[in-house]
């Protein structure tokens, strides 16, 4: 017996996908992914509510490029991780996330035209 097919369309004029509009939206959406697919969720590419131009593996796969090249230390993928599990950025304001705000920006400082320029962020 045939099995049906199902078809999804596409709800976006892009045929990429719609970009982020920050770097950081993108990680929060990637660390958001790896923890869904941690706990067991599976992943489809082309079946979430905004299409994107990437996968969450990209994303991760870009910092993880970034740190192979040195231009991110440890202490940045501390900080990532940290915030990004908890989906918001380090409050500068706040004595105690004072360095890692500074980390944060260094980071987004060179993830952030990395993924411009893949056509990730806008």
Excluded: N
């Excluded at 999804?8 to 509009?21: C, H, L, M, N």
């Excluded at 079946?47 to 940045?76: I, K, N, S, T, W």
């Amino acid at each position: 017996m045939a099995r049906a097919r199902i078809f999804v369309p596409r709800t976006t004029d892009s045929p990429g996908g719609v970009p982020f509009g920050s770097a950081e939206e993108a990680w929060f959406w990637s660390v958001q992914a790896q923890e869904a697919r941690a706990d067991g969720a599976r992943c489809t590419a082309g079946l979430g509510l905004v299409p994107r131009p990437c996968e969450p593996f990209d994303v991760m796969r870009a910092v993880d490029r970034l740190y192979r090249q040195r231009r991110l230390v440890r202490d940045h993928l501390h900080v990532l991780v940290h915030y990004g599990r908890r989906l918001m950025p380090p409050d500068p304001d706040r004595f105690r996330e004072q360095r890692a705000s500074v980390l944060w920006r260094e980071a987004f400082d060179h993830i952030g035209p990395l993924l411009r320029d893949k056509g990730i962020v806008q």
